[in-house]
């Protein structure tokens, strides 16, 4: 099959996860329902807020969280990313950030733990310690499915080139940035970096985000989009918790690296 229907899902999660798993499942079903067969949910979709709230919330990689994936996939008959979760680690009182892969038959296909956080402090814009709860992720992650390859990736971890290059050295025909981008950045650098990351290694970028204020001082900006190979933004979610769908033609990729074989040009590997 050249062509596929992917779709990302915007939510405004809380620390309530019991309200956002049950957004995440209805939307999912809604874009399973408008055709699609790969389905993305943003990062930390089952429970963001205060950090405290987020550690308290980890669970396990087969937790009931992951469970609930599992089965959504399998009765859907999809490719799910959950985003990503809390997942409990081995140091008390932190967590990894965990992005996990479901087949359309409910079985873990890949798990991706977020391996740049983000400690930033910009300024009247945003500013967040995420290593004060979260643990780096030592993997990089491309998983081969029927229609083509996946790379993931979250969040923080679009600003660094060599994980994107990484994962197109493992052949992504498509790479997964399941975010939480802050407003405050967002407005200057969230499309502009997928749609960098998407040209200059040649994948469809699929980037679903949350929307809106978390909390008093963490607000997300949106836009979850889905970009081609081109850098053309082929699907943005409106404001709110929506979906953005879009098709992936996989002929159009390869006749881009055909036509602008970039990737072959690189000097010394690199
Ligand atoms: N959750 C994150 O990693 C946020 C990254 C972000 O907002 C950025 O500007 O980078």
């Known amino acids: 099959m050249t062509k596929i229907l992917a779709a990302v899902v915007q939510l405004q999660s809380t620390e309530e996860k019991s309200r956002n798993v ?17 389905v993305a949910l943003p990062e930390l979709f089952n429970c963001i807020g205060r950090w405290e709230a987020v550690v308290a919330a980890a669970e396990p990689i087969s937790g009931p969280t992951s469970q609930r994936m599992s089965e959504l996939a399998a009765n859907l008959g999809i490719t799910l990313l959950a985003g990503s979760i809390a997942e409990q680690s081995e140091v008390a009182g932190k967590i990894y950030n965990t992005s996990l892969l479901f087949g359309p038959d409910g079985q873990q296909l890949a798990c991706y733990r977020k391996r740049h956080l983000f400690d930033v ?8 310690r995420e290593s004060e709860f979260v643990m780096p992720g030592a ?14 990736s979250i969040c923080y971890d679009l600003r660094f080139p060599e994980l ?17 981008f802050a407003f405050g950045t967002g407005c200057d650098h969230w499309e502009v970096l997928l749609r960098a990351r998407a040209i200059e290694n040649q994948a469809f970028v699929i980037a ?3 929307h809106g204020r978390h909390t008093p001082t963490l607000q997300s900006y949106g836009r979850s989009m889905i970009v081609d190979p081109w850098g053309t933004v082929l699907a943005t979610a409106a404001d709110g918790e929506s979906l953005a769908l879009a098709e992936l ?6 006749d881009i690296r055909r036509h602008l074989p970039a990737l072959s040009h690189r000097r010394d590997g690199q």
């Open 22 to 38: 049950d957004a995440a499942a209805r939307l999912v079903t809604e874009a399973a329902q408008r055709g699609a067969s790969f």
């Open 139 to 152: 993997e990089i992650v491309g998983t081969t499915l029927p229609d083509f390859t996946l790379g993931q």
């Open 249 to 254: 033609d996989f002929q159009r990729l390869q």
């Open 208 to 210: 679903p985000n949350q």
């Open 121 to 128: 402090d910009v300024p009247d814009k945003v500013t967040v």
């Open 164 to 180: 994107f290059r990484a994962l197109a050295d493992r052949r992504a025909d498509v790479i997964a940035v399941p975010a939480a």
